[in-house]
């Protein structure tokens, strides 16, 4: 019956697309657009970056007895600016500090670690709370001024006491001076020892306790710069094998390469592609095969492409088809050139999986995302706007009129607001929790539990 | 933005310019299908020369681009017609088109054989060490695994034995103008080139063209670099080009007095001033396609050369 809870996966059998019901949270980050949106591996923390460089992390509350009815919101932990600002001398031209991409280490100790990169340096933080201080220390005073040696009377011990909770975030390692060209992805390792970032022509694979030196796994850059006909446009490592890992171009294929087999993985251990469809064959056929990422899901048995207007599931055993193609917004095939000229055909956006890998989502333009259910081969489409926000809103389906009589409610392929769009989200590993970038605003949806 | 209200009319109307690919050969479609590739043709070549960015452009967006300007060149080509714009000008071209025509069916290709010159991924010992990231920017990689011993320590830049002929002799003068680690690039090329069967002539013919072009040099990070070397790859578009329309005449030329000592670190001892003049005065024997920063100044020459025989001679 419509209305019931839950997210798509919950949707009824009967095939009418329900009406979900979400908690939401809205957070407004002030001047900067989201450029990455990543939850730990439990779930407990979430992390943005933003073209500003800053990282603003939330944290999920905890359950209280006090405040039942705010049991796993999301509010904001630590903020600290990741990277700043440089100017390349060599070429004249400035670096920019938005932070491309954010990920994780497993938690091993009280701290939490992350690695957030820009276009040339990937950084290692630690994240960590402080909640006592030390106290009564002789030489100096409470205010950390110096006290005259002369005025101590009494010697004593100093000792922690209890003060207000303070995170702090600590730069650990600075991994610079790897890159030529502008990195668009790093990976953690499942052995949680190395690492890899990739850039346009290459990918290198760092240890964590190393910074000044990496070693280079891939490299597609030709001998005559003017031969370039194809680029690294994302990378990941096999969520369990950690010699295993994967890395698409913009001509629309993936490599997967075993590390064991040679030092320099030039040649992969399996290429996926898909043969063009002639029927569909266009001046932009190339551009919008172009892969703006890739990802293994939780179970490794698969992996997840993006191109420009579709999402597609490969099963790792099979190269030559993907098993899966879900049409994300077809009905801009017809404006590939309109979208080529203003340059949103360029736009790269994320897709993810949902903790069981039964779910898959990714953004659209006009502030929409979609959902595809593997299962039920089910989708929905749905915006993030801070109209359909309010608190326990009901989450209504939206739908793009491609033609013919438009219906109440629907939305015509002309009146897309092609400059709000969602390119990052995130999923929780475990629960039905979402969280949308959209330009500067963050939303969460979670899946309400009556 | 898109969406209010179509302005462009080809966008409402033209079945032809969006979407799928009429066939050329239709004979009522084949006009709207000019006229598409024509459009797209313009839209691309704005995108690469217009755009002025602080931050360096997208590397994924100009190959891009600049793929479908060569697949639109292709196809005019074997169209046989022969525009100003895309006439292959004499020798020097057409091998470097044959260059993409080799170079691209060899990337597309399914079993995908890697990049790097034949010749070294074979002689890459499969028990070499991993390349450290910091001899990448060398450019020499065409040597370094042969030199490789233990991963951590880093190895030694080899040292490379310069071909005598008369490009690289060309190169040498080239040398005494600009950076040091140009000619080194330039000669690491040359013997990836030699070795790799392609024609040696094109990519020594268009590094020395990369000179002047500081603001998409390559930097190199920690050893000397390898010099402003040309990566944007609509250079090699460019020289297939005969620049005799507006597209260059206002082409800001401030940018390409490009002063040496800003580029290089260490090493390089024989920097000196040089001024884009000389440089096209060096470069000019050694290749009839113009150089691309220098076009304004060679237009300039030639236009002199005319102005003087008119007012001296006839």
Redesign the interface.
């Known amino acids: 019956a419509p209305g019931r809870p839950g997210l798509v996966t919950g949707m009824d059998a009967c095939g009418s697309q329900a009406a979900v019901t979400y908690i939401v949270f809205v957070f407004s980050l002030p001047a900067d657009i989201i450029s990455t949106v990543e939850f730990n591996h439990t779930g407990e923390l979430l992390a943005t970056g933003d073209k500003g460089g800053r990282v603003v992390i939330f944290q999920r509350e905890q359950e209280s007895k006090n405040q039942p009815h705010r049991r796993g919101e999301y509010n904001v932990y630590s903020t600290f600016q990741s990277h700043e600002p440089e100017f390349?001398?060599?070429?004249?031209?400035?670096?920019?500090e938005k932070i491309n991409k954010i990920r994780w280490l497993p938690q091993q100790n009280a701290a939490y670690f992350l690695l957030s990169t820009n276009?040339k340096t990937v950084k290692l933080w630690k994240v960590s709370e402080r909640d006592k201080r030390p106290e009564g220390y002789n030489l100096k005073d409470e205010d950390g001024r110096l006290r005259d040696p002369s005025m101590i009377t009494v010697l004593r011990v100093p000792v922690l006491r209890p003060m207000d909770l303070m995170v702090e975030a600590t730069p650990r390692r600075v991994f610079a001076?790897?890159?030529?060209?502008?990195i668009n992805s790093i990976s953690v390792n499942s052995d949680y020892e190395t690492y890899m970032s990739a850039d346009?022509?290459?990918i290198?694979?760092w240890n964590f306790e190393i910074t000044n030196?990496?070693?280079?796994?891939v490299?597609?850059?030709?001998?005559?710069?003017?031969?370039?006909?194809?680029?690294i446009?994302a990378a990941e490592f096999h969520p369990h094998h950690c010699n295993t890992f994967v890395y698409s171009s913009?001509?629309g294929?993936i490599?997967l390469c075993d590390m064991r087999?040679?030092?320099?993985c030039?040649?992969?251990a399996k290429?996926f592609?898909e043969p063009e469809d002639p029927?569909?064959?266009?001046?932009f056929s190339?551009?919008i095969s172009?892969i703006s990422d890739v990802k293994f899901s939780h179970s490794g048995r698969y992996i997840m492409t993006r191109d420009y207007l579709t999402v597609k599931v490969w099963d790792l055993n099979m190269e030559n088809r993907p098993i899966e193609t879900y049409q994300v917004h077809d009905y801009l095939?017809?404006?590939?050139?309109?979208?080529?000229?203003?340059?949103?055909i360029?736009d790269k956006f994320e897709c993810v999986w949902n903790g069981s890998d039964s779910v898959i989502m990714t953004g659209s333009y006009n502030n929409f995302f979609r959902m595809f259910d593997r299962n039920t081969k089910r989708d929905v489409t749905l915006e993030a706007s801070r109209e359909n926000s309010k608190p326990r809103a009901i989450l209504k389906p939206r739908k793009v009129c491609v033609g013919g009589k438009r219906r109440k409610d629907e939305i015509s392929v002309?009146?897309?607001?092609?400059?709000k769009k969602i390119l990052h989200t995130a999923w929780h590993p475990s629960e039905n929790i979402i969280a949308v970038a959209a330009t500067n605003n963050l939303y969460i949806f979670q899946d309400k539990v009556n | 933005?898109?969406?209010?209200?179509?302005k462009?009319k080809?966008?409402e109307h033209e079945d032809g310019?969006?979407?799928?690919?009429v066939s050329p050969t239709d004979g009522p479609s084949k006009v709207s299908y000019t006229l598409?590739?024509q459009?797209?043709f313009n839209?691309s070549l704005m995108?690469l020369y217009n755009h002025r960015?602080?931050?360096?452009p997208?590397?994924?967006?100009t190959?891009?681009i600049?793929?479908?300007l060569r697949?639109?060149q292709e196809e005019l080509k074997q169209e046989g017609s022969l525009r100003p714009m895309f006439v292959a000008a004499s020798q020097p071209a057409d091998p470097?088109s044959d260059?993409?025509r080799e170079?691209?069916p060899a990337?597309?290709h399914?079993?995908?054989p890697?990049?790097?010159?034949a010749d070294f991924?074979s002689t890459?010992p499969?028990e070499?060490?991993?390349?450290?990231?910091?001899?990448?920017?060398d450019d020499t990689?065409?040597t370094s695994?042969a030199v490789q011993h233990d991963?951590?320590t880093?190895p030694p830049p080899p040292a490379l034995q310069p071909v005598k002929d008369s490009f690289s002799s060309a190169l040498d003068e080239i040398e005494e103008l600009c950076p040091a680690p140009t000619s080194a690039e330039a000669v690491a090329?040359e013997s990836?080139?030699d070795d790799?069967k392609?024609q040696p002539g094109?990519?020594n013919i268009?590094k020395p063209e990369g000179l002047p072009e500081?603001?998409?040099?390559?930097?190199k990070?920690?050893d000397p670099?390898p010099g402003n070397?040309?990566?944007t790859?609509s250079?090699?578009f460019l020289t297939d080009l005969t620049l005799d329309d507006i597209l260059f005449a206002d082409i800001d030329t401030s940018m390409y007095d490009f002063d040496p000592c800003?580029?290089a670190t260490g090493a390089a001892s024989k920097m000196a001033p040089v001024s884009a003049d000389e440089l096209l005065k060096t470069l000019a024997p050694y290749s009839s396609q113009p150089v691309t920063p220098n076009q304004p100044f060679k237009m300039d020459l030639t236009e002199l050369d005319h102005i003087m025989e008119v007012l001296v001679g006839s």
Do not use: W
């Not at chain 1, 390349?88 to 920019?96: A, N, R």
């Not at chain 2, 310019?17 to 690919?21: D, F, R, T």
């Not at chain 2, 997208?58 to 967006?61: F, I």
């Not at chain 2, 890697?114 to 010159?117: E, F, I, M, V, Y």
């Open positions: 390349d001398y060599l070429k004249s031209l400035e670096i920019e276009d001076n790897a890159h030529t060209y502008h346009d022509l290459r290198n694979l030196q990496s070693f280079n796994i490299d597609i850059k030709p001998a005559n710069m003017e031969e370039l006909t194809e680029v446009t913009s001509k294929t490599r087999t040679a030092a320099l030039d040649r992969h290429f592609e029927s569909n064959r266009s001046f190339e551009i172009s095939r017809s404006k590939l050139c309109s979208l080529y000229e203003n340059d949103c360029f002309d009146s897309l607001d092609f400059s | 933005m898109l969406g209010k209200g179509g462009r080809f966008d310019l969006e979407g799928k690919v598409q590739r459009t797209i839209i995108k960015p602080l931050t360096e997208s590397l994924q967006k190959v891009l600049n793929n479908m697949r639109i470097l260059n993409f170079a691209q990337f597309s399914l079993a995908s890697p990049l790097l010159p991924v890459m499969l070499s060490c991993l390349t450290p990231a910091s001899l990448l920017e990689f065409c695994p991963g951590p880093k090329a990836a080139a790799s392609a094109e990519s268009h500081s603001r998409t040099a390559e930097s990070l920690m670099l070397f040309e990566i790859a250079t090699g800003t580029s």
